[in-house]
């Protein structure tokens, strides 16, 4: 197969670009390869079973080859269904490598739609056959990835998932998603370390994906069966006082998660891929879309502890659409078992290998704008950023490499929206709702409803271009997605 970059007449083909995709009765929307069914909902029945870990497939002398299917076909919420997954699981295998490793993957398209990879977070290059937003795997082929990880990338939790545009939303609702580590050996004194990738999904009595409504697809989808590692609120083994180190990842289409251990706090000690300056004990730690959060639960007593989502309001539709509040909770989402004999375990350290900030003076300050509203005359609704949907063939940002930028992403619109930036993370300097800012490197941050938020951006490593854009990924589906061209 010959990678092809996505044309704009065939990303408008294949994603229904703009508000065209959301008018009522749009054909832009692409129905996954599982099939589209109607009726009754299939109910889970592997409630409280114990959580199970994906298949750890780990690099040795400096590389990991895998081979990843896409493909319908998976076990999800104890039944077998037609959703989405690579190598038959949903989540896929959870990719191990090391600073300074190659990784190659070879993708194999089984579905019925064109598909990518996209490795969520990594700091590697995004030409050629690396983590390229713009190339297209089509059906029934193969495709060559080779991702060079640089000797100095941080360690920590990352995640891979498809990327093309217009289908990205779908394919994530079907399953098709995996965690990625970057592992430099034991660093925090812990008895289990454990993924936790949350995703969501509909499916109908027969195990088939349910179809998606343009209502629901405009506020950003949830899915009625919340499951962690493909599991209905599976149950997770503990000691007292024995810590385990959690590594949960945001991989639901939409769900913004405030995350909370009923009866415990969560020490927070990394947000997405990259380690704080110093563990932050926390009653709740909130993920949006696309989010990794590493915590430290020290088990206290015996008994049964639910790990619950609360509710997130994520803002309101009803001045544009008709539409209410667009909320995502409370769910169980899993319950942590303590039992037997207490266990002493030793204490976390008070500082943590953090990045140290970006020195030099910035360079450029742009302003980015998130937006949303009625569109084309048509009923339905625009995503756009700075009022323009994506166009794969333009430069939206032109940026000289080794500048230092301060970017200030503004959402005059109702709803909040995840702002993702490839390849190069930001630290989050404030924003208008005056969350504190975690002080260490990230890939996604919240950008409230009529709110902004204000970053800083190293473009100090990599020449080359990729995207910017929501991830509430029916959003980027729609348009709410912009190129940048780091150039050297």
């Known amino acids: 197969m010959t990678p092809a970059p996505i044309s704009r007449r065939r990303a408008i083909v294949l994603g229904g670009l703009g508000a065209a995709s959301l008018a009522i009765g749009a054909t832009g929307w692409v129905a996954t390869s599982a099939g589209v069914r109607t009726g009754g909902r299939l109910r889970?029945?592997?409630?409280?079973?114990?959580?199970?870990?994906?298949?750890?497939?780990?690099?040795?002398?400096?590389?990991?080859?895998?081979?990843?299917?896409?493909?319908?076909?998976?076990?999800?919420?104890?039944?077998?269904?037609?959703?989405?997954?690579?190598?038959?699981?949903?989540?896929?295998?959870?990719?191990?490598?090391?600073?300074?490793?190659?990784?190659?993957?070879?993708?194999?398209?089984?579905l019925h739609e064109p598909t990518n990879l996209h490795t969520h977070g990594l700091r590697v290059s995004p030409e050629g056959n690396s983590d390229n937003p713009f190339l297209r795997v089509d059906p029934g082929t193969s495709f060559d990835?080779?991702?060079?990880?640089?000797?100095?990338?941080?360690?920590?939790?990352?995640?891979?998932?498809?990327?093309?545009?217009?289908?990205?939303?779908?394919?994530?609702?079907?399953?098709?998603?995996?965690?990625?580590?970057?592992?430099?050996?034991?660093?925090?004194?812990?008895?289990?370390?454990?993924?936790?990738?949350?995703s969501d999904t509909t499916l109908d009595g027969d195990g088939g994906l349910v179809e998606v409504s343009t209502m629901d697809r405009a506020m950003g989808r949830h899915g009625?069966?919340?499951?962690?590692?493909?599991?209905?609120?599976?149950?997770?083994?503990?000691?007292?006082?024995?810590?385990?180190?959690?590594?949960?990842?945001?991989?639901?289409?939409?769900?913004?998660?405030?995350?909370?251990?009923?009866?415990?706090?969560?020490?927070?000690?990394?947000?997405?891929?990259?380690?704080?300056?110093?563990?932050?004990?926390?009653?709740?730690?909130?993920?949006?879309?696309?989010?990794?959060?590493?915590?430290?639960?020290?088990?206290?007593?015996?008994?049964?502890?639910?790990?619950?989502?609360?509710?997130?309001?994520?803002?309101?539709?009803?001045?544009?659409?008709?539409?209410?509040a667009v909320g995502s909770g409370p769910v169980t989402l899993a319950t942590m078992v303590t039992a037997g004999a207490p266990v002493t375990a030793p204490p976390l350290p008070t500082a943590l290998p953090a990045e140290a900030p970006t020195a030099g003076p910035v360079t450029v300050r742009r302003q980015i704008a998130f937006q949303m509203g009625m569109g084309m005359g048509t009923g339905g609704m625009a995503f756009t950023i700075d009022g323009r949907t994506f166009d794969p063939d333009r430069d939206d940002q032109t940026i000289t490499l080794g500048a230092t930028e301060e970017w200030t992403v503004s959402n005059p619109s109702p709803l909040a929206h995840p702002f993702h930036l490839h390849v190069w993370p930001f630290t989050v300097l404030e924003s208008n709702d005056a969350t504190p800012p975690t002080g260490a490197p990230q890939d996604v941050v919240l950008v409230p409803a009529r709110g902004w938020v204000r970053l800083r951006i190293p473009f100090t490593t990599y020449s080359g271009r990729s995207v910017y854009h929501c991830h509430i990924l029916d959003h980027e589906d729609a348009g709410m997605m912009a190129t940048v061209n780091v150039r050297p």
């Open 224 to 324: 009625e069966l919340v499951l962690v590692n493909g599991q209905h609120q599976p149950t997770i083994p503990a000691a007292p006082g024995a810590t385990q180190r959690w590594r949960i990842v945001n991989g639901c289409v939409s769900r913004v998660l405030p995350i909370r251990l009923d009866g415990h706090q969560l020490v927070h000690v990394a947000q997405d891929g990259t380690f704080l300056p110093a563990p932050v004990a926390a009653d709740r730690v909130t993920l949006a879309p696309g989010n990794r959060a590493d915590v430290i639960v020290r088990p206290t007593g015996s008994g049964r502890f639910p790990l619950i989502a609360d509710a997130a309001d994520r803002g309101g539709m009803d001045s544009m659409m008709g539409g209410g």
């Open 145 to 198: 990835y080779l991702y060079r990880i640089p000797p100095d990338h941080p360690a920590g939790t990352y995640w891979y998932h498809p990327h093309h545009h217009g289908m990205v939303a779908d394919q994530i609702f079907g399953g098709l998603a995996g965690a990625l580590l970057v592992d430099r050996g034991p660093d925090l004194p812990v008895v289990a370390d454990r993924i936790l990738l949350i």
């Open 44 to 110: 889970a029945a592997d409630t409280g079973a114990e959580l199970r870990q994906p298949q750890v497939l780990d690099s040795a002398d400096g590389r990991l080859q895998v081979e990843l299917t896409a493909a319908a076909g998976v076990r999800l919420a104890g039944h077998d269904t037609r959703a989405l997954g690579y190598n038959v699981t949903s989540p896929g295998p959870t990719l191990r490598v090391r600073p300074g490793d190659e990784l190659a993957v070879r993708l194999t398209n089984r």
